[in-house]
């Protein structure tokens, strides 16, 4: 037979490819239980907008129909609420589908892109996947104010003449992590021109730190900056698969040539045009994450487990074992959670933050599987 992964780019040949949270409906069909709760993707427990939902009914006899291509409504709603004009903004099949974009774009043999270690897996997914260089920079120590956090210095200490893209995600995933205003700006300010940085803030809605910056506000700035955001996490749109990016009008108008057209479908923009506009389900969402991370931080301490602390809408605890054993058994127990060895933390694991009833079963299965 032929082979077709030798026929293939040289990295796709090595590409393993991204593993998403089991499925509560997989759980169920696999163990043949009911009831199980998924804490597992950083998913909004409260679902959607209540008037994104109520826009959508509008919009289903029109699904014959091709998307508005160019998404203007909705880009014409982002560019006013982060002050920017409307050809800034690029609109993504999620905002994984941007970070595709710029590796498309400014990627290649023979070119490299920075990230820190622990950072979201698809920032070297992309870059392997275009076979250029991917710089994983040593992440903060355990020990420190942001417990394997971006180190910046050591970041800035990778980036060379080849390098066409640094990912700084604030907060990060899986670690919760996040950088202050001051640095994370002199840190951009301080890389070559030439160098695209991309500020990744799916979580940055649901962040609280004094000091936590809006960096879609540097763009005019910094012409070599991308910042992404997405609808998946605190607008509850993660099955539209919606996101978006600011960035100079220069840098937006490469991405959107090699952007797919109709990549965003009709009731993506509609349902984000109306969640955009609803606040109330913001702070609602806001609240009940704050609480959330009190109840499980709280929970965490009193089973004496390390974690790392988050502004996210998760944690990421230290089972001080190899994890998979522990997994597996609150999958039994019906609590989907994730494993994160993959991001170089082979003990821990993440737990979406749910609501208080979700949090508590939680702990509760954990009890009895550590008791195990």
């Known amino acids: 037979m032929i082979d077709f992964a030798a026929l293939a780019v040289p990295g796709v040949q090595a590409l393993r490819p991204y593993e998403p ?11 043949g239980i009911r009831d199980a709760v998924k804490l597992a993707s950083n998913e909004n427990p409260l679902g959607p907008s209540p008037r994104a939902l109520e826009s ?5 006899g029109n699904l014959h129909l091709y998307p508005d291509g160019n998404g203007f409504a909705l880009k014409q709603a982002l560019a006013e609420r982060h002050g920017v004009a409307t050809p800034q903004i690029i609109l993504g099949n999620g905002s994984n589908e941007i970070l595709e974009l710029m590796a498309r774009t400014w990627l290649a043999p023979g070119r490299n892109a920075v990230f820190s270690q622990h950072a979201f897996a698809v920032y070297p997914l992309v870059v392997q996947a275009v076979s250029a260089e991917g710089r994983a920079a040593p992440a903060l120590a355990a020990t420190a104010d942001q417990p394997f956090g971006h180190d910046l210095a050591a970041m800035a200490a990778r980036v060379d003449a080849d390098t066409r893209v640094v990912f700084v995600a604030n907060p990060n995933n899986p670690t919760g992590t996040w950088l202050e205003a001051g640095a994370l700006e002199a840190f951009v300010a301080q890389l070559p021109e030439e160098t695209l940085v991309v500020v990744d803030e799916a979580y940055a809605e649901y962040v609280e730190a004094p000091g936590y910056p809006d960096a879609t506000q540097w763009v005019e700035r910094y012409p070599n900056l991308i910042v992404t955001r ?3 996490k605190i607008h509850g749109l993660a099955g539209l698969r919606l996101g978006y990016s600011v960035s100079s009008t220069p840098v937006a108008e490469l991405l959107n040539r090699v952007r797919q057209p109709f990549n965003v479908n009709s009731l993506a923009q509609v349902a984000g045009l109306a969640a955009l506009a609803d ?4 702070q609602k969402s806001v609240r009940v994450n704050r609480e959330g991370l009190r109840q499980v931080g709280e929970g965490l301490d009193a089973r004496g487990l390390d974690y790392i602390p988050s502004v996210g809408n998760f944690i990421t605890f230290d089972v001080r074992r190899p994890p998979g054993a522990v997994y597996d058994a609150l999958l039994r127990e019906g609590v989907i959670v994730r494993p994160v060895a993959n991001y170089g933390l082979p003990t821990h694991l993440r737990v979406t933050i749910g609501r208080a009833a979700e949090n508590a079963r939680f702990l509760l299965a954990l009890d009895r599987v550590l008791a195990a």
């Open 56 to 60: 959508l009914r509008d919009v289903l």
């Open 21 to 31: 949270g089991k499925p509560v409906e997989t759980l169920e069909r696999e163990l």
């Open 279 to 282: 606040t109330e389900h913001v």
């Open 230 to 232: 997405t609808f998946s």
